[in-house]
Antibody, heavy 113, light 112 residues
Framework: EVQLVESGGGLVQPGRSLKLSCAASGFTFSDYNMAWVRQAPKKGLEWVATISYDGSSTYYRDSVKGRFTISRDNAKSTLYLQMDSLRSEDTATYYC??????WGQGTLVTVSS | DVVMTQTPVSLPVSLGGQASISCRSSQSLVHSNGNTYLHWYLQKPGQSPQLLIYRVSNRFSGVPDRFSGSGSGTDFTLKISRVEPEDLGDYYCLQSTHFPWTFGGGTKLELK
């Protein structure tokens, strides 16, 4: 069974950093592109970033480019999202996704002073 | 960026009835490899989105055949026949042909 478990969310002040993790199991992690998608409270879905199966290619939405870094450790079957210079508009539940098919339960990030 | 226009925003239905949701893209979703990466999701309250239909018309594992997807190019439709209580929630389309991936604004399927 495919499982994706996010962690690392919490309350953080504007301008600070946070690193999210997504532990994957139930499939060969190194075979799949992975993504982060977020959802602000009571709002729709917004793609954040994608990383290729081997980590050689990364893609970001413009609003996070230069502030967020997606990475992966295939030996640990873990996906990461390093978030720097956080803004209030980054407040959202962040979901880890295997391609566009399987999603985790999400981790809430709140950026507030 | 590809804009996904999803309609309607709200869709009141009766149990056992039929529902239809439209998603239109601002440019063709046909990838250079010939595939069309248009997918449909249902998000139930308090849950993460679950994939219903992938690449326009393919039902994901475990999805009942009451759900069907169709369309091509820039115009896509999700149909739900014989609506059941567990079908209620927010529906989203997603295009992953072009970066950045973009979602439709969502459709709330609710009881009439």
């Amino acid at each position: 069974e495919v499982q994706l478990v996010e962690s690392g969310g919490g309350l953080v002040q504007p301008g600070r950093s946070l690193k999210l993790s997504c532990a994957a199991s139930g499939f060969t992690f190194s075979d799949y592109n992975m993504a982060w998608v977020r959802q602000a409270p009571k709002k729709g879905l917004e793609w954040v970033a994608t990383i290729s199966y081997d980590g050689s290619s990364t893609y970001y939405r413009d609003s996070v480019k230069g502030r967020f870094t997606i990475s992966r450790d295939n030996a640990k079957s873990t996906l990461y999202l390093q978030m720097d210079s956080l803004r209030s508009e980054d407040t959202a539940t962040y979901y880890c996704a295997r391609g566009s098919a399987y999603w985790g339960q999400g981790t809430l990030v709140t950026v507030s002073s | 960026d590809v804009v996904m226009t999803q309609t309607p925003v709200s869709l009141p239905v009766s149990l056992g009835g039929q529902a239809s949701i439209s998603c239109r893209s601002s440019q063709s979703l046909v990838h250079s490899n010939g595939n069309t990466y248009l997918h449909w999701y249902l998000q139930k309250p308090g849950q993460s989105p679950q994939l219903l239909i992938y690449r326009v018309s393919n039902r994901f594992s475990g999805v009942p055949d009451r759900f069907s997807g169709s369309g091509s190019g820039t115009d896509f439709t999700l149909k739900i026949s014989r609506v059941e209580p567990e079908d209620l929630g927010d529906y989203y389309c997603l295009q992953s042909t072009h970066f950045p991936w973009t979602f439709g604004g969502g459709t709330k399927l609710e009881l009439k």
